[in-house]
């Protein structure tokens, strides 16, 4: 499988609900048309912030076709299809690359967490590698599955040609530093948080799956462009700025926070599906208080 160039900044798009419950099909598509407008290097649909847990199958089809139809040309287009069972995640896989997906982001599986160590992790990914008709990316994602792939495993499962890259979710700066030195300069190490985000680019990492682009895609992508022009202290001062909001809309508030902030800037962030819940108003002018501070709104 020929290697992807990963770089830029992907949102990991949030899934808008109607009030009844249902996926606003319509919102996610002017979402999408709005994202086109920025600076982005592409679209991550079904991740952590699209409340995939709580779709079902033919809800994440008609999300991705709708993902690939409407996104900007020379975007890329990831789709997550990790699932506990190895059979299940190739054949989701397998359905996102027939409807032109470019790399599935399969996410570790975690339910039976005491026996997922290095030998399990690396079977599963190796066997849905070999059968996945697209390159595919490992996702590291600890705050949920409360496990962290090891640095060895990462390291065994970068030889495999079809095992193109990961994203790393966990923050942890030194890990990531880790990861670089055990991994081929070709394999994409992706920072899964805005707010590790300038310590990555420091570090030579490309491109960025976070949820802050969800709403702020273009300040995200200028710390990058001004790093990228060696305007160092530029950029570290827009990323200080920007670190505030995303923590609360990652792990203070979760999806009903990043939601909610979209919903303000004048995104389609729609409601979250039972049993997350709304942000009560407390929360909600919290989160207009940072934006504000941000120069975001």
Not at 10 to 25: A, K, R, S
Not at 219 to 233: P, S, T
Request: glycine share 8%.
């Amino acid at each position: 499988m020929a290697n992807l160039d990963i770089h830029g900044v992907l949102p990991p798009m949030l899934t808008p609900f109607t009030q009844n419950g249902d996926v606003d099909y319509d919102g996610h598509i002017g979402n999408i048309k709005r994202w086109n407008g920025h600076q982005l290097g592409g679209y991550v649909v079904l991740g952590t912030n699209s409340e995939t847990p709580y779709l079902t199958e033919a809800e994440k089809v008609k999300l991705i076709e709708l993902t690939v139809q409407y996104a900007a040309k020379g975007r890329m287009i990831f789709a997550g299809t990790g699932l506990e069972s190895t059979r299940e995640t190739v054949r989701l896989t397998n359905c996102a690359a027939e409807l032109g997906v470019h790399a599935a982001l399969v996410l570790t599986p975690c339910f039976y967490g005491s026996q997922m160590n290095d030998e399990t992790l690396i079977h599963h990914f190796r066997q849905v590698a070999d059968a996945s008709r697209i390159p595919i990316l490992i996702y590291n994602m600890p705050a949920n599955t409360h496990l962290n792939i090891s640095i060895e495993a990462v390291r065994v499962l970068s030889e495999h040609p079809n095992i193109i890259g990961m994203k790393d979710s966990s923050g942890d700066v030194p890990r990531l530093a880790s990861l670089i030195n055990v991994v081929p300069k070709t394999f994409n190490l992706i920072v899964g948080t805005a707010s590790a985000w300038y310590p990555a680019l420091t570090l030579g990492v490309r491109a960025g799956i976070l949820a802050f682009a969800n709403f702020a895609g273009s300040q995200c992508a200028e710390v990058q462009r001004l790093f990228d022009a060696g305007k160092h202290n530029e950029a570290r001062a827009l990323y200080l700025k920007l670190v505030p909001v995303n923590v609360a809309v990652t792990s203070t508030y979760g999806v009903a926070g990043l939601k909610h902030a979209a919903t303000f800037l004048g995104y389609n962030g729609g409601y979250v599906r039972s049993p997350l819940v709304p942000l009560n108003r407390t929360a909600q002018d919290h989160i207009k208080q940072l934006l504000s501070a941000a120069g975001l709104v």
